[in-house]
């Protein structure tokens, strides 16, 4: 656990000090859970975005952009349910005066249980080699049993008492656990209350005639009001998918994971439009093609997880979560909801005006219903920074710290390093830089030794350093350094382009979904 910690804290502390993320107004002292993307921390968010937009939105015939604004009309929210259900279960704990989310330390606490069981299974695994039966051990072995049966029970209760509102049921269940305040050991808990998440401003000037409104806790419904106008403007068919990067807000009650949980964070979501009944067929291809999207980037099959929901949100007949191995752990990155027609519905019987769709082929009106993927950036952001901070040993003994982004989303992708501040090395430097600033985000580094500046690049996840040498003035060749194996190859001036292009497309990394 110790070392998760120190991991955790080495991905802070490396996103500060290479530019990648501050926390907000630090000169005021930062503002909790809320921060900024520095010029690299930028630059690799945006290459995430675009990730995602080209395979969701382009690569699709039938899936169409959206930017819609973050002030909505405030009816938009008593439709959407957000008014009246979007709150969570919080707890203080008397002693450390520490704020809980209520469902978040029973669900860990189940998580712990789980951990047991897989550990027994791990355990038993080694031990009888290929004569293992998984399944059979799971059902059959007490252990197990008992650890897993715990956990079921546990969150099948919440999961009831929440639907019913029943906060009392919930705080019975923390004391009969005996849940401790994770900082102090305290079990001094308050009564449970329902915490409304969103945040609240004013349209106009004047105090009498302001509206209140909400900053949108969510970019969906921004679709939803949307969806028929896209739907006759872009003559689209059903299936069809409506997609839309942006920011939302929420007032967070724990808020102290960095990144992960952000009180101004960006979405990136899509609301696809299906025929009624064919809604699980869809759901299904979605996660599944989501998970491919992830596995893409190359960070490791092993590090993703489904997580099926138990407890469905008030619009959903079935939800699941793709969680991240993060460095405190598997949390989820994406959610993929099977939505029925509740939001279209909803804002059908609020606003009073008609919503559906004329399908040709049945010869009838519906209201269709709707499957969502809606993934966080700065959770894709976390996820991928996080796993691919390294620290190496090398041959020689020395260590380097490389950040091994996947080539296609690293923030720059080539500096071009004069070996010398002389004999007309950084003029041929210079040159190169100017014609592939062209295709690709490059920097010219020309200040310390050419070793210290790999090792600058490694840490910011640059995957190729170009080396002017005295060579280069004689025959126009460079030697051109990969970041992950450190490998230098002596190519052509002319032949750069190629080699960056074939490493770092966005072609050639989508066509490994
Ligand atoms: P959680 O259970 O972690 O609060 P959620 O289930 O409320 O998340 P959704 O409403 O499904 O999240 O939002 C979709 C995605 O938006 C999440 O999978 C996550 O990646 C991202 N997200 C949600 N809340 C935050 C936040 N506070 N900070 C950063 N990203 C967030």
């Given at each position: 656990?110790?070392?998760?910690?120190?991991l955790?804290?080495?991905?802070?502390?490396?996103?500060?000090?290479?530019?990648?993320?501050?926390?907000?107004s630090?000169?005021?002292?930062?503002?909790?859970?809320?921060y900024?993307?520095?010029?690299?921390?930028?630059?690799?968010?945006?290459?995430i975005?675009?990730?995602?937009?080209?395979?969701?939105?382009?690569?699709?015939?039938?899936?169409?952009?959206?930017?819609?604004?973050?002030?909505?009309?405030?009816?938009?929210?008593?439709?959407?349910?957000h008014?009246?259900?979007?709150?969570?279960?919080?707890i203080?704990?008397?002693?450390?005066?520490?704020?809980?989310?209520?469902?978040?330390?029973?669900?860990?606490?189940a998580?712990?249980?789980?951990?047991?069981?897989?550990?027994?299974?791990e355990?038993?695994?080694?031990r009888?080699?290929?004569?293992?039966?998984?399944?059979?051990?799971?059902t059959?072995?007490?252990?197990?049993?008992e650890?897993?049966?715990?956990?079921?029970?546990?969150?099948?209760?919440?999961?009831?008492?929440?639907?019913?509102?029943?906060?009392?049921?919930?705080?019975l269940?923390?004391?009969?656990?005996?849940?401790?305040?994770?900082?102090?050991?305290?079990?001094?808990?308050?009564?449970?209350?329902?915490?409304?998440?969103?945040?609240?401003?004013?349209l106009?000037?004047?105090?009498?005639?302001?509206?209140?409104?909400?900053?949108?806790?969510?970019?969906?419904?921004?679709?939803?009001?949307?969806?028929?106008?896209?739907?006759?403007?872009?003559?689209?068919?059903?299936?069809?998918?409506?997609?839309?990067?942006?920011?939302?807000?929420?007032?967070?009650?724990?808020?102290?994971?960095?990144?992960f949980?952000?009180?101004?964070?960006?979405?990136?979501?899509?609301?696809?439009?299906?025929?009624?009944?064919?809604?699980?067929?869809?759901?299904?291809?979605?996660?599944?093609?989501?998970?491919?999207?992830?596995?893409?980037?190359?960070?490791?099959?092993?590090?993703?997880?489904?997580?099926?929901?138990?407890?469905?949100?008030?619009?959903?007949?079935?939800?699941?979560?793709?969680?991240?191995?993060?460095?405190?752990g598997?949390?989820e990155?994406?959610?993929?909801?099977?939505?029925?027609?509740?939001?279209?519905?909803?804002?059908?019987?609020?606003?009073?005006?008609?919503l559906?769709?004329?399908?040709?082929?049945?010869?009838?009106?519906?209201?269709?219903?709707?499957?969502?993927?809606?993934?966080?950036?700065?959770?894709?952001?976390?996820?991928?920074?996080?796993?691919?901070?390294?620290?190496?040993?090398?041959?020689?003994?020395?260590?380097?710290?490389?950040l091994?982004?996947?080539?296609?989303?690293?923030?720059?992708?080539?500096?071009?390093?004069?070996?010398v501040?002389?004999?007309?090395?950084?003029?041929?430097?210079?040159?190169?830089?100017?014609?592939l600033?062209?295709?690709?985000?490059?920097?010219y580094?020309e200040?310390?030794?050419?070793?210290?500046?790999?090792?600058?690049?490694?840490?910011?996840?640059?995957?190729?350093?170009?080396?002017?040498?005295?060579?280069?003035?004689?025959?126009?060749?460079?030697?051109?350094?990969?970041?992950?194996?450190?490998?230098q190859?002596?190519?052509?001036?002319?032949?750069?382009?190629?080699?960056?292009?074939?490493?770092v497309?966005?072609?050639?990394?989508?066509?490994?979904?």
């Open positions: 656990m110790a070392k998760q910690e120190d955790f804290k080495n991905v802070v502390s490396h996103a500060k000090e290479y530019g990648f993320i501050f926390p907000s630090e000169i005021y002292d930062g503002l909790s859970a809320v900024d993307y520095a010029q690299n921390g930028v630059e690799l968010k945006k290459n975005r675009e990730y995602w937009w080209k395979s969701m939105v382009q690569m699709h015939e039938n899936i169409v952009g959206l930017d819609a604004a973050i002030l909505m009309h405030p009816t938009t929210w008593k439709a959407s349910g008014v009246d259900a979007f709150n969570d279960p919080l203080d704990n008397k002693d450390s005066k520490k704020r809980y989310r209520a469902d978040v330390l029973i669900e860990d606490y998580e712990k249980l789980n951990i047991k069981a897989q550990k027994e299974i355990k038993a695994k080694s009888f080699g290929d004569a293992f039966n998984e399944q059979e051990f799971i059959t072995n007490p252990r197990v049993v650890y897993l049966s715990k956990k079921n029970e546990i969150l099948a209760r919440m999961a009831k008492s929440l639907d019913a509102g029943d906060l009392d049921d919930v705080k269940l923390i004391e009969e656990l005996e849940l401790a305040c994770p900082d102090s050991g305290s079990r001094n808990w308050t009564e449970v209350r329902q915490f409304n998440l969103m945040f609240g401003t004013k106009g000037a004047s105090a009498d005639t302001a509206m209140d409104l909400y900053l949108r806790p969510e970019t969906a419904q921004g679709i939803f009001v949307n969806f028929l106008n896209v739907q006759k403007t872009g003559r689209m068919k059903i299936p069809f998918g409506i997609a839309q990067t942006g920011k939302a807000f929420r007032n967070e009650i724990v808020a102290r994971q960095f990144i949980r952000m009180r101004e964070f960006e979405q990136m979501e899509m609301q696809f439009f299906v025929k009624p009944g064919e809604e699980m067929k869809w759901y299904h291809y979605w996660k599944e093609t989501r998970l491919k999207w992830h596995n893409s980037l190359g960070l490791g099959a092993e590090n993703y997880r489904f997580h099926d929901h138990e407890k469905l949100a008030h619009y959903a007949n079935a939800a699941a979560d793709i969680e991240f191995n993060f460095p405190f598997f949390k990155l994406e959610g993929i909801h099977s939505r029925t027609d509740f939001d279209l519905k909803a804002h059908e019987q609020f606003s009073g005006k008609k559906q769709y004329f399908d040709t082929e049945e010869n009838k009106n519906y209201v269709p219903y709707v499957v969502e993927t809606s993934v966080g950036l700065d959770r894709m952001f976390l996820a991928v920074f996080s796993k691919s901070l390294q620290e190496e040993t090398l041959e020689d003994g020395s260590t380097r710290t490389v091994r982004l996947p080539s296609v989303l690293a923030p720059t992708k080539a500096a071009v390093l004069p070996l501040k002389k004999d007309g090395l950084p003029e041929i430097a210079k040159e190169i830089m100017e014609e600033k062209w295709d690709f985000n490059v920097a580094d200040k310390d030794a050419v070793g210290r500046r790999y090792r600058r690049q490694d840490a910011l996840g640059t995957p190729f350093c170009i080396t002017v040498d005295h060579q280069t003035v004689e025959d126009k060749t460079v030697t051109i350094r990969h970041r992950d194996t450190m490998l190859e002596r190519v052509a001036i002319t032949d750069l382009k190629n080699i960056i292009e074939k490493e497309s966005v072609r050639n990394w989508l066509m490994k979904m």
